[in-house]
C-alpha cells in the first residue's frame, strides 16, 4: 500500500478517475469489498478524489468521478452489513480498515446515500457503540472513535445514539 498511498496523494483527479474507473470497471466489486485490501485501496482513491473535488472547480473529470461513485455506492450497499470480518470481535480494533471506507464513501455520499449508508451498517454501529461504552477506558474511547470516524463523516456522533 505504500507505493500506491505515496502515487495516489499526489496523482490528479484526471488520474485518481481513471485508477477508480478501472477498479470500477475491472473488478468484482462484491469481492472487492470484502478484502482488507480492497478496502483499502477503494477508501485511498475516495478519500483523494474527495479531496480534489474539494479544491478545484467543477469539471468533467469530477462529473464522471461522481458517476463512478453512484456505481460503488450501489453496488457496495447490498454487501454493507457483510464488510466486517466475520473474525473481528467488537472489542477489537480489527475492523478499523472497513471504518474508514465507510468514513470516505460517508464524505462523499448525498443526504439520501447517507441515510442508505447508515442503514445498510445501523447495526453494526449500534452493537459496536454499546461495546464500547462497556468496555474500560482506553478500549472503549478506541471502539467509539472508530465508529464516531464514520459518524462524523456524515455529520453525526456517537453521542448522539442513545
Do not use: C
Not at 477498479?23 to 466489486?29: E, G, L, M, Q, V
Amino acid at each position: 500500500m505504500g507505493p500506491l498511498s505515496a502515487y495516489v496523494s499526489e496523482a490528479s483527479l484526471q488520474i485518481i478517475v481513471g485508477l477508480f474507473g478501472l477498479a470500477i470497471d475491472r473488478a468484482h466489486i462484491p469481492s472487492i469489498l470484502r478484502t482488507r485490501i480492497g478496502l483499502s485501496i477503494l477508501t485511498t482513491l475516495i478519500s483523494r478524489a474527495e479531496l480534489l473535488k474539494s479544491t478545484t472547480p467543477a469539471t468533467s473529470d469530477a462529473n464522471h468521478y461522481t458517476t463512478l461513485y453512484n456505481t460503488l455506492f450501489d453496488t457496495a450497499e447490498p454487501v454493507l452489513p457483510h464488510l466486517f470480518p466475520p473474525w473481528a470481535s467488537l472489542q477489537s480494533d480489527e475492523d478499523v480498515y472497513v471504518w474508514q471506507f465507510l468514513a470516505s464513501m460517508g464524505a462523499g455520499a448525498s443526504p439520501e446515500q447517507q441515510q442508505r449508508l447508515v442503514l445498510g451498517v445501523k447495526e453494526r454501529v449500534m452493537e459496536t457503540v454499546a461495546v464500547g461504552r462497556s468496555l474500560p477506558g482506553e478500549m472503549g474511547a478506541q471502539r467509539l472513535g472508530h465508529v464516531n470516524l464514520f459518524m462524523r463523516s456524515i455529520g453525526l456522533d456517537v453521542e448522539l445514539l442513545g
